[in-house]
């Protein structure tokens, strides 16, 4: 028992310890984040009628039961006790220790006596997910897990309390993301046929009745959004499905040398699984055991993860990068599953082991944040020259930090508007139908391929748009440049960015 708890106080420690890159930097480096903070304020201002008129202007809110709720809904309420930098902090740090809290919960509802093995959860709290900002997908991530080890704790009892308490989880994680969901029900699936007995299939069948009506959500988001996707595996073949998955690239965010983590991880699942399957089939004892027990059941949900993996579309029902989500839940749903018969310093081994490969894991972490955060503040800086409340474009030659991997600066712009209370035109999330705030029909703008390409961005026809252009790392002598200074002229020029601001005697533009 004693173990137990020394065990479960080195885990929550390394888990505040996790959140360390999150609170070490000013602005968090990853890529849609700045847009889910920014959208989230102007939720909380147009919700709680503080809105300046010229977000009343631009912005509503879009207020129907789709995904994508949960993180912006969390800020929103926050910002009433703190400003938008902590909140979003805040968000991401209860993201981090919902997700690592669920890998031990879900190792604990499965072996309450072999809970460390969730240790393996660590490397995969910072994924390339996580990095891309996808705030909601990340909440989701660690709902999943808590949902299944509240299923799998009471399945065999599914009474009332049970069924409400399963079916506000599966809401939350709708709320969150849909991917979650749908693969929640589906875990729960195979899970249930992996335990069905034919003493207790009663009481089994019960489940069905209960996760019924979590079917209603998303069928009515996908019939409103279209559920046709991206072809299976068009432009990923058979060997680039199984060479992401192994070892994980869902780890590499910064650089290649992470694929030291990847290799780590992949090696320590591989002696677990082993040493579980011989403590099956030798035991200790000499004794004679069952060899499949219901616990086996995640072994059997683990395959089936893979195989759904490797013929999922891509995309689907507006989403994208779906086969790297998928290619997470697979190596999670495992760590449950593994028991290895290690005796007392084999098992002292084994957790100190992972708990090296976690904290060089965190260090390299904190390094990389400390890099890009400084990128960060450089390229928030640059807006400084900005008037209030001016509708910006930001153009970027250049989206990647030092890192080359990393996509920071796509929508960094949020964060600039966060302080000058400005419209961002980069902001992709109110250009859709399936966030909480939208452009309004009637000022939205045409100019959505100049995130991919500025060079497109048409100066003279979108002059009673944008205010303010900025500029991020845009090559010496670029015709940009020029077409430009036409009609706008240069207020800043520091550190890669070059901030532009319309100018106001309009009667002297010349037409092109």
Known sequence: ???????????????????????????????????????????????????????????????????????????????????????????????????????????????????????????????????????????????????????????????????????????????????????????????????????????????????????????????????????????WSFGTLLSYLVPPKVLLTFSEFQGWLAAVVTVAFLLLVVLTVRGKIVPDDGNRRKILVPEDGFLLLTAALVVLYMVAPEGMAGGNILLERLSLYPWLVLIPWLAPRLGVRGRATAIAGLTLMTLANLDYLVQWHGILGREMDRYVAGFDAVRPHSRVLALHFQRRGPAGRTEIFGHATGYAALDKELIDWDNYQAGTSFFPVRFRATVRPDIWRTYIDPNTFRVRENLDLVDAVYVWQMPPGHPLARRLRRFYRLVADKDGGTLWERKRNRHHFRKR
């Open 1 to 235: 028992m004693q173990d137990t708890v020394w065990i479960r106080r080195l885990f929550f420690a390394l888990a505040v310890l996790y959140l360390l890159p999150v609170w070490t930097v000013r602005y968090l480096p990853t890529t849609d984040g700045p847009c889910h903070t920014y959208n989230a304020w102007v939720f909380h201002q147009l919700w709680s009628g503080e809105a300046s008129p010229v977000i009343r202007e631009h912005y509503e809110m879009n207020v129907r039961p789709f995904p994508n709720w949960t993180g912006q809904a969390v800020m929103a309420v926050l910002l009433f006790a703190m400003p938008p930098l902590v909140a979003e902090k805040v968000l991401v740090s209860g993201s981090l220790l919902l997700f690592l809290g669920g890998a031990w919960a879900l190792a604990g509802a499965v072996r309450p006596d072999v809970r460390w093995p969730a240790l393996l959860a660590f490397p995969f709290a910072y994924n390339l997910i996580f990095q891309f900002g996808f705030y909601n997908f990340n909440l989701s991530l660690g709902i999943y897990l808590v949902v299944l080890a509240v299923w799998w704790r009471h399945r065999t009892r599914p009474d009332l309390v049970f069924a409400v308490k399963i079916n506000l989880l599966l809401l939350l994680c709708y709320f969150s993301h849909i991917v979650s969901l749908v693969l929640a029900l589906f875990s729960i699936g195979v899970l249930w046929l992996a335990t069905l007995r034919r003493e207790s299939w009663r009481a089994h069948l019960l489940h069905v009745p209960i996760l019924v009506p979590q079917l209603i959500l998303p069928v009515w988001f996908l019939r409103s959004q279209g559920a046709g996707g991206v072809p299976p595996s068009s432009s």
